[in-house]
């Protein structure tokens, strides 16, 4: 039986429970710290339109904010932000404006006609369902959901809202906005998981822009993207062909 009888403390004893009660403190100070180094995010809780907390978090990178219930969720979302924006970057668009993600539990239905993620133009939002909901899917682009899919899924949401403040005409086609989407997507995937979804959908490169049409994009949205993408890859001057469909000079009705 274990004894109950307190153990008398001298001044000796006092001063080496305080010194290890200072260090202990202090530990868990350096470790929030580096934490926060490590991250450079801003959370703060805030109240979700689902009525459950939402994490407001400022990424290292430009000016993007996360909404996100889920921290895992918001850091591969600002993860996926950064490489949609170097990309972007490296095409010529301007990324210096406000992007905003939220990351919910639930899509709003009338908004949102996706069932993963959609971008509302005229709030400039971007809406994508948290990993949990998302890998409920278990397949998309006919592929197992991972958390690598989930970051290319954030960065097609984000090049949609990059492009849409770079657009130079007020309605842009369905095709000219979803082509800048999803080239962007493929180019940030991994290598090994591009390759994957590649091959579930063995097609050839769209020729032309008289290939591209909102008709074929809705018919089968994601051949279209892989189609998109692997015409891409075959311009010359990928940058003035981007230019050219914000300008209103490609990818029309």
């Known amino acids: 039986m274990a004894s109950l009888r307190a153990e008398k403390k001298t001044p000796e004893t006092r001063f080496l429970s305080l010194k290890r009660l200072i260090f202990s403190k202090t530990a868990a100070g350096l470790i929030v710290v580096v934490g926060v180094g490590i991250w450079q995010l801003d959370f703060h809780e805030e109240p979700s339109t689902a009525g459950m907390v939402a994490n407001k978090i400022r990424c290292n990178v430009l000016n993007v904010v996360v909404h996100s219930p889920i921290r895992t969720d918001a850091l591969i979302a600002c993860a996926a932000a950064r490489e949609a924006i170097e990309f972007l970057s490296s095409q010529g668009m301007d990324v210096s404006g406000d992007i905003a993600i939220e990351l919910l539990k639930k899509l709003p239905p009338v ?138 000079k490609t990818l029309v009705e």
């Not at 309605?171 to 082509?179: L, M």
């Not at 959908?201 to 074929?216: R, V």
Request: glycine residues 2%; hydrophobic residues 40%.
């Open 111 to 248: 908004e949102c006609s996706s069932a993963a993620g959609c971008y509302i133009e005229l709030e400039r939002r971007a809406l994508i369902l948290v990993y949990s909901e998302f890998i409920k899917f278990k397949t998309w682009f006919d592929v197992p959901i991972d958390r690598a899919l989930y970051r290319s899924l954030v960065s097609h949401e984000v090049a949609h809202l990059v492009a849409d403040l770079n657009f130079k005409i007020p309605k842009p086609s369905i095709q000219a906005k979803e082509y800048i989407a999803y080239i962007t997507q493929f180019s940030i995937m991994e290598p090994l998981q591009r390759e994957r979804v590649l091959s579930q959908y063995p097609c050839e490169a769209f020729e032309g822009d008289w290939e591209m049409s909102t008709t074929i994009y809705m018919f089968d949205c994601m051949r279209f993207g892989v189609r998109a993408y692997l015409h891409f890859l075959t311009l010359a001057n990928r940058r003035e062909y981007l230019q050219s469909i914000l300008n209103g």
